[in-house]
């Protein structure tokens, strides 16, 4: 089925950090894909904003080479990489500094387009940035801003942030990203959820045993260790992506798909986690951090010698056993598990349902397997429903654990769009669906700050574990104390 583009009227970016990292790898071949796909229309423009002077044409050989090396075989259209670079233009400018947005007001000067200004940036700048907006003049009714997680680094500091942007901009201009909101499967999750009458009925304790969420990658921390080792696992991927996983996997249907219901629902699951802290945190909670050793054959650093300390107490690697403490969920642990330079590079939801109450086929004490829903995010996104049946044949009734298996790049066979390319075309459009609200930021703080807390109060360091592993030894305890195990599929 052909792909529907609808163009969005033009508009005018400016991106903060527009020399940065995340400009570079996400928010430019994002825009050329959007382009390609015939979605950006004329006079759209492109600034982007970086402290130190750059003459236009440096800013373009930056600009042409940040394509070339993460737009893959969309670079190679020339015609479209020329269009990219004919919207771009590099502003000078410091939102900390008085007159600091001057050459970016004379920039924008005469342009009638609606304004999105994003923030790639560190988030103590975001405030900064737009109250600066804000008194430059530069902002009308339209105007709106996106933001980078992670939103301060707890609660206090998210609230703080949160104040300078509603000051400068209405709630439903500001668009806080979680990029894994953007994720096709992510999207699938929903559509499966409540777009189908099979699953519905038995979404809740009675039927489902676990819910497992991996999110584990085989890097390492890289170049990024000046804002990781200030943040660590729990608040770099556990305030924000396991948790809002956790959200669309457990919110009641939402009235509609308005941005506003679906975030209302995943509010309520968030204000349903049961509290984790001093009392309880040894026993719901493991922290990990890489070692020395080989992965992929060869060698790699440690985490203190990747990020040059000697030594570091932050965590690479955690698992959360999670309680929902609500009518639909009680009782049905989420565990959750995320971290650096792990075995394979994968994410995945597993709804582990429960057993057949009579086992009618010998298979041993336990019974057969459980039936088992696992939605695949990456790399290979997908869907698969391991079920039981009967081993084809004559010799009696031998039963079989199999999976139903749907992988989207065999059964659509078109590119996967990235989750910016998605997020910054709705940003435009104004639809907030699968951004964060200002209450949900804060009540994921209100979850994670008390883990935090403990874990300072308990003072242990996080526990080494080999790269190329799963982790330390404990995050499988942490499941196997349950008499349950990790999902298969990916171990
Ligand atoms: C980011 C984290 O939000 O997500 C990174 O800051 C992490 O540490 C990344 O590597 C993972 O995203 P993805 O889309 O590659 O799974």
């Given at each position: 089925m052909?792909?529907?583009?609808?163009?969005?009227?033009?508009f005018?970016?400016?991106?903060?950090?527009?020399?940065?990292?995340?400009?570079?790898?996400?928010?430019?071949?994002?825009?050329?894909?959007?382009?390609?796909?015939g979605?950006?229309?004329?006079?759209?423009?492109?600034?982007?904003?970086?402290?130190?002077?750059?003459?236009?044409?440096?800013?373009?050989?930056?600009?042409?080479?940040?394509?070339?090396?993460?737009?893959?075989?969309d670079?190679?259209?020339?015609?479209?990489?020329?269009?990219?670079?004919?919207r771009?233009?590099?502003v000078?400018?410091?939102?900390?500094?008085?007159?600091?947005?001057?050459?970016?007001?004379?920039?924008?000067?005469?342009?009638?387009?609606?304004?999105?200004?994003?923030?790639?940036?560190?988030?103590?700048?975001?405030?900064?940035?737009?109250?600066?907006?804000?008194?430059?003049?530069?902002?009308?009714?339209?105007?709106?801003?996106?933001?980078?997680?992670?939103?301060?680094?707890?609660?206090?500091?998210?609230?703080?942030?949160?104040?300078?942007?509603?000051?400068?901009?209405?709630?439903?201009r500001?668009?806080?990203?979680?990029?894994?909101?953007?994720?096709?499967?992510?999207?699938?999750?929903?559509?499966?959820?409540?777009?189908?009458?099979?699953?519905?009925?038995?979404?809740?304790?009675?039927?489902?045993?676990?819910?497992?969420?991996?999110?584990?990658?085989?890097?390492?921390?890289?170049?990024?260790?000046?804002?990781?080792?200030?943040?660590?696992?729990?608040?770099?991927?556990?305030q924000?992506?396991?948790?809002?996983?956790?959200?669309?996997?457990?919110?009641?249907?939402p009235?509609?798909?308005a941005?506003?219901?679906?975030?209302?629902?995943?509010?309520?699951?968030?204000?349903?986690?049961?509290?984790i802290?001093?009392a309880?945190?040894?026993?719901?909670?493991?922290?990990?951090?890489?070692?020395a050793?080989?992965?992929?054959?060869?060698?790699?650093?440690?985490?203190?010698?990747?990020?040059?300390?000697?030594?570091?107490?932050?965590?690479?690697?955690?698992?959360?056993?999670?309680?929902?403490?609500?009518?639909?969920?009680?009782?049905?642990?989420?565990?959750?598990?995320s971290?650096?330079?792990?075995?394979?590079?994968?994410?995945?939801?597993?709804?582990?349902?429960r057993?057949?109450?009579?086992?009618?086929?010998?298979?041993?004490?336990?019974?057969?397997?459980?039936?088992?829903?696992v939605?695949?995010?990456?790399?290979?996104?997908?869907?698969k429903?391991?079920?039981?049946?009967?081993?084809?044949?004559?010799?009696?009734?031998?039963?079989?654990?199999?999976?139903?298996?749907m992988?989207?790049?065999?059964?659509?066979?078109?590119?996967?769009i990235?989750?910016?390319?998605r997020?910054?075309?709705?940003?435009?459009?104004?639809?907030?669906?699968?951004?964060?609200?200002?209450?949900?930021?804060e009540?994921?703080?209100?979850?994670?700050?008390?883990?935090?807390?403990?874990?300072?109060?308990?003072?242990?360091?996080?526990?080494?574990?080999?790269?190329?592993?799963?982790?330390?030894?404990?995050?499988?305890?942490?499941?196997?104390?349950?008499?349950?195990?990790?999902?298969?599929?990916?171990?």
């Open positions: 052909a792909s529907r583009v609808i163009p969005v009227d033009p005018d970016l400016v991106v903060f950090g527009g020399t940065g990292d995340l400009a570079r790898r996400k928010l430019y071949p994002a825009l050329l894909r959007r382009d390609l796909d979605q950006l229309v004329e006079p759209t423009r492109i600034f982007a904003v970086g402290r130190k002077p750059m003459a236009d044409d440096a800013f373009r050989a930056l600009l042409r080479d940040a394509l070339a090396t993460h737009a893959g075989a670079a190679a259209d020339e015609a479209a990489v020329g269009r990219l670079l004919e771009a233009r590099y000078a400018g410091d939102p900390t500094h008085e007159g600091g947005l001057d050459r970016l007001a004379a920039a924008l000067d005469g342009g009638t387009a609606l304004r999105a200004f994003y923030l790639a940036t560190a988030p103590d700048l975001f405030g900064p940035t737009a109250t600066a907006l804000k008194a430059r003049g530069l902002l009308d009714a339209r105007s709106r801003i996106v933001v980078e997680k992670p939103i301060g680094r707890d609660g206090a500091s998210a609230a703080a942030i949160n104040d300078a942007l509603g000051a400068a901009f209405a709630e439903d500001i668009f806080r990203i979680d990029h894994y909101l953007g994720k096709e499967t992510v999207q699938n999750l929903m559509a499966l959820r409540f777009a189908n009458a099979l699953f519905e009925p038995i979404w809740n304790s009675a039927h489902v045993d676990n819910v497992q969420i991996t999110v584990a990658e085989t890097i390492g921390v890289g170049s990024r260790g000046g804002y990781y080792d200030g943040a660590g696992a729990l608040r770099d991927m556990a924000n992506h396991l948790l809002q996983l956790l959200c669309l996997v457990a919110m009641e249907p009235a509609s798909l941005a506003d219901s679906v975030r209302d629902e995943k509010l309520k699951v968030l204000k349903s986690l049961a509290p802290g001093a309880n945190a040894a026993q719901l909670t493991v922290r990990g951090q890489y070692r050793g080989t992965a992929e054959g060869a060698p790699t650093p440690s985490y203190a010698e990747e990020i040059g300390k000697e030594a570091s107490d932050t965590e690479t690697f955690l698992a959360l056993k999670v309680g929902v403490a609500n009518w639909r969920w009680a009782g049905v642990p989420f565990y959750l598990r971290g650096k330079r792990l075995a394979r590079h994968v994410s995945e939801i597993a709804i582990g349902f057993r057949v109450p009579h086992a009618l086929f010998s298979a041993g004490a336990e019974g057969p397997p459980a039936n088992r829903l939605i695949r995010l990456q790399p290979d996104e997908g869907i429903l391991w079920l039981m049946i009967k081993e084809p044949g004559p010799g009696g009734m031998r039963l079989q654990h199999v999976p139903l298996d992988s989207f790049a065999q059964a659509f066979g078109a590119r996967r990235d989750a910016y390319e997020l910054l075309m709705d940003a435009i459009r104004g639809d907030a669906t699968l951004f964060m609200r200002r209450d949900e930021v009540a994921a703080w209100r979850f994670i700050d008390p883990i935090e807390a403990a874990w300072r109060e308990m003072g242990e360091p996080p526990k080494p574990y080999a790269p190329g592993s799963w982790g330390p030894a404990a995050a499988t305890s942490l499941i196997e104390r349950d008499g349950r195990t990790w999902d298969g599929d990916i171990e």
